[in-house]
């Protein structure tokens, strides 16, 4: 069996507990909390789920930071009742939506002081413990009428958490708001046709952005057994979807055709909503991910008058994994994070080998949008550059730092690196010294205490 999870992304075997770990710089002490990361980590390569990037068993890596120090390292995967099976555990009690129990394995975040590692598709979330043990699925006490989302959007005045799940047993998407309890406060069905996937979505002040993409769920490749079974559908039209926060109106308008799995931000602007994207010139070929063309990070504006929608390169380096200052979620932002790291690009992207190494070689990209420039920091062959996380720190937007999960070969073990947002090239505030590998992986947060 060929499998993806090789080089960067060959999953690590062992569950580890380390404390007290080596730094060097001087870790900020306003940083108490967890910096957590999940991806997938299959529980072995013989394994079925070792055949797609996105079905392999999640792992959340996670480091605490508190006092200016690194208390300490664990990883560990998400007890889904199979992977506790495996490990020789009992299965943890709780809700299964449509028989969909799944290792929840692309991202984690905190809500109401809980912890939870979160997936798409129709599975629930699983809570996890302050030391990552897994407590158990999550349907928010029975307030969600079905799975949950990878992706999440925390309105930073109101403190609504959004979310839009999606299903292969719908004929609709479902938009959810939970309040910063982890109450579902509002369910919202909103007809789909044709079964589409949706990784992300957007959030302003006044809209949802929901993407409705000419990727969808295809019978054909469901009946060959396929594990992803979506398609790039040429008859489904391309279109952004508009729906008003206050009056749950909704509409939409035509797109470029793209796949999008990831936003960088939204906002409304005057008659506008302007929406930063990492988009791909087209989807999956063959209900596989990859081959879907360059990422490139791309500015739609939708004109509310006209409804055309205006697209603008703002960088063609293929890259991935969008972030912002979350206190700008739904507001103007000027400054972007991303990650060009080609083993992560390679996958979901293919065709990048007329590409120069130096085009991204495990670079971590700080965007000022407003003057339309970029800083590029090289971290080199083999350090697996993750998701460049923002935590903020004083009151200007970049004011604050950015972490990472980054490999170093010559250890042969990963450092937590923590860069000042400001000075993006300089040398890092602090590197945090794992003990051992971190596989590449998909998305995180910094979840303070
Ligand atoms: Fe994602």
């Known amino acids: 069996m060929t499998t993806p999870f ?7 075997s062992e569950e580890i507990t380390a404390f007290d770990l080596d730094v060097t710089g001087r870790i900020p002490a306003e940083l108490n909390g967890r910096y957590l990361r999940n991806g997938p980590n299959p529980l072995s390569l013989d394994d079925p789920s070792a055949g797609h990037l996105f079905f392999g068993e999640g792992m959340v890596h996670g480091v605490r930071l508190r006092d200016g120090r690194a208390e300490w ?6 007890r889904s009742a199979r992977v506790a099976e495996r490990l020789g555990e009992e299965a943890r009690p709780g809700p299964v939506h449509a ?8 991202h984690v975040i905190g809500l109401g002081g809980r912890t939870f590692a979160t997936v798409e598709a129709g599975a629930l979330p699983y809570e996890l413990g302050y030391e990552l043990d897994t407590i158990g699925a999550c349907d928010f006490d029975g307030g969600l009428p079905g799975g949950f989302a990878a992706h999440t959007h925390l309105d930073p005045v109101t403190g609504e958490l959004h979310a839009l799940a999606y299903f292969f047993g719908w004929d609709h998407h479902q938009h959810l708001v939970l309040d910063p309890k982890g109450v579902v406060q509002r369910v919202t069905d909103i007809p789909v046709a044709d079964k589409p996937m949706v990784h992300d979505f957007a959030l302003t002040e006044r809209f949802v952005v929901i993407y409705d993409l000419p990727v969808t769920f295809s019978m054909a490749h469901a009946e060959r057994g396929d594990r992803l079974p979506y398609a790039w559908n040429d008859d489904h039209p391309a279109r952004i979807g508009l729906m008003s926060r206050e009056s749950g109106d909704l509409r939409w308008v ?3 055709p793209c796949w ?11 008659g506008e909503v302007v929406v930063d994207v990492v988009s791909y010139p087209r989807g999956f070929v063959d209900a596989r991910l990859d081959r879907g063309g360059r990422p490139t990070l791309d500015r739609w504006r939708i004109d509310l008058a006209t409804g055309r929608v205006g697209q603008t390169r703002l960088d063609d380096r293929p890259q991935e994994f969008p972030r912002i200052d979350e206190r700008r979620t739904g507001r103007p932002h000027r400054y972007g994070y991303t990650a060009a790291t080609r083993e992560l690009v390679d996958v979901v992207g293919g065709e990048l080998e007329d590409l120069p190494d130096d085009a991204f070689d495990n670079t971590l990209i700080k965007h000022d949008l407003r003057r ?10 083999g350090a697996y550059a993750g998701e460049p ?3 903020a720190a004083g009151e200007a937007e970049d004011d604050g730092y950015v972490l990472s999960f980054v490999n170093d070969p010559s250890r042969g073990a990963a450092d937590l690196v923590i860069l000042s947002a400001q000075d993006f090239t300089g040398e890092p505030v602090a590197t945090v010294h794992l003990p051992a590998r971190v596989p590449l992986g998909f998305h995180g947060s910094w979840i303070a205490d």
């Open 389 to 391: 996380v923002f935590v």
């Open 6 to 12: 090789k080089d960067g992304f060959a999953p690590v």
């Open 254 to 256: 035509d797109a470029p």
């Open 73 to 78: 390292y664990r990883n560990r995967w998400v």
């Open 99 to 106: 028989g969909l129990d799944f290792s929840a394995n692309t």
């Open 372 to 381: 339309g420039t970029q800083e590029s920091r090289r971290l080199g062959r």
């Open 260 to 270: 999008v799995f990831h936003t960088l931000n939204a906002y409304d602007d005057g």
